[in-house]
């Protein structure tokens, strides 16, 4: 088996002189890490990030007038809701 580089710059095969960043995890030989980020820290992470954008859209729904937008905008929370049990 071959193993991966670490995350960093790469170089295109087809010698092209553009580089990119490789971050994916199954591209590194980190196991379980993120370019320098745990499972845990992605998590809290990502629980910071719904619960400030449910924040949003729950004032964005006490704004918004007609019941076609506040339908739209509830379904929105839904789903950040059940995103965010997901992660605790």
């Not at 490789?22 to 992605?42: F, I």
């Not at 729950?58 to 019941?67: C, D, I």
């Amino acid at each position: 088996m071959r193993t991966a580089r670490p995350p960093g710059p790469r170089i295109p095969a087809g010698g092209t002189k553009v580089t990119y960043t490789e971050r994916r995890k199954n591209r590194s030989d980190v196991p379980g890490k993120l370019t320098g980020m745990s499972a845990n820290t992605l998590k809290s992470e990502l629980r910071n990030r719904y619960k400030e954008t449910l924040g949003k859209q729950l004032v964005q729904r006490e704004m918004t007038t007609g019941k076609m937008k506040r339908r739209k905008i509830q379904k929105k929370i839904t789903q950040t809701k059940t995103w965010l049990k997901r992660l605790q």
